[in-house]
């Protein structure tokens, strides 16, 4: 790190005022001053000179900056278009950063990593995510099946904790199996309020997600699983049997059915669906085709 990084808080306080810029709530923009949390967001991403990053909303660039010292090339995608011309400032000693004035949850990310990033060995997503997007923006990128190796990503420390929950817990549900299909969750660290300016409401949580070769669990239908897995939490209080039974049209009509195909599973019908791990969800899935009967 160096005594002119932009993870700082004079530095940030600097940049506002030469450019009179002012946060915008609404696109989460809560920037970083702290170099220690840009280290270790960067050391738990193991980045070096064969790697391209992506990251996701640069703010001011200071994070960027400091993945650009060490990667091969950076592609940023920031929506707010006032923060261009200040990155061009801020970056401008940097000839490995290519910034992209998108939305993320728009931009064709597979097109951009192709005219960007092609002669990177590894290809890694790296940043301090815009809170309010975090699970469209993980869920799109996962389902897209990008050549992307891991995620270091920070968010809000409630949904970091349902990426990496477990069944029958609290934080445990239909996100934290999305992304446990796709990926391995391991925690990086908790990340306090007041090393952001200005600082959130609530404190954060640095989460790394390495892609797994393939899904954790086989399934024939994508589609029905989650339909499945989602149907399970819909009332978390309930028991599987009775969420399924208002998850199916005609359920009324083929309990008997719901029921036989549950206990062909070897999931109790009286089980609550929090209690399901991947794998007995992907059971469930395979095995519903045998019912026809069953309307999903
Ligand atoms: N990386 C900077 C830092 O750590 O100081 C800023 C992080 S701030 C939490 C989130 C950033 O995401 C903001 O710069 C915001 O403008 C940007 N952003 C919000 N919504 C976005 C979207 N849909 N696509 C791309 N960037 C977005």
């Not at 809560?30 to 909303?57: H, K, Q, S």
């Amino acid at each position: 790190m160096e005594m002119n990084d932009i993870a700082t808080p004079t530095r940030t306080r600097e940049l506002l005022n030469k450019y009179g810029f002012k946060f915008k709530k609404s696109l989460g923009q809560n920037f970083l001053v702290d170099p220690n949390v840009i280290r270790n967001i960067i050391d738990a991403a193991g980045i070096d000179e064969t790697c391209g990053v992506i990251e996701i909303g640069p703010g001011m660039g200071s994070l960027t900056e400091q993945l650009a010292r060490k990667a091969k090339h950076v592609l940023a995608f920031e929506i707010d278009q006032r923060l261009i011309p200040i990155l061009a400032d801020t970056l401008s000693p940097y000839e490995n950063v290519t910034v992209v004035n998108e939305d993320i949850l728009k931009a064709n990310v597979k097109e951009a990593i192709d005219k960007h990033l092609s002669d990177c060995d590894e290809i890694f997503v790296v940043a301090n995510l815009p809170y309010y997007i975090t699970t469209p923006i993980l869920m799109g990128l996962l389902e897209q099946h990008l050549p992307i190796n891991s995620y270091v990503v920070m968010m809000q420390k409630e949904v970091g904790e349902r990426l990496t929950a477990g069944p029958s817990t609290k934080a445990y549900g239909s996100l934290s199996i999305a992304i446990q299909y796709y990926t391995d969750v391991k925690r990086v660290m908790i990340v306090p309020k007041g090393v952001f300016m200005p600082p959130p409401n609530v404190d954060s949580l640095v989460v790394k997600l390495t892609t797994l070769p393939e899904p954790r669990v086989k399934v024939d239908d994508e589609k029905i699983y989650f339909k499945l897995t989602r149907g399970a939490f819909v009332q978390r209080r309930k028991t599987i049997l009775n969420n399924y039974m208002s998850l199916f049209p005609n359920s009324k009509e083929y309990k008997d059915e719901i029921i036989a195909w549950l206990e062909e599973s070897n999931i109790a019908p009286s089980r609550r669906g929090e209690s399901l791990s991947l794998e007995e969800f992907a059971r469930l899935a395979n095995n519903i085709k045998n019912y026809p009967q069953i309307v999903i």
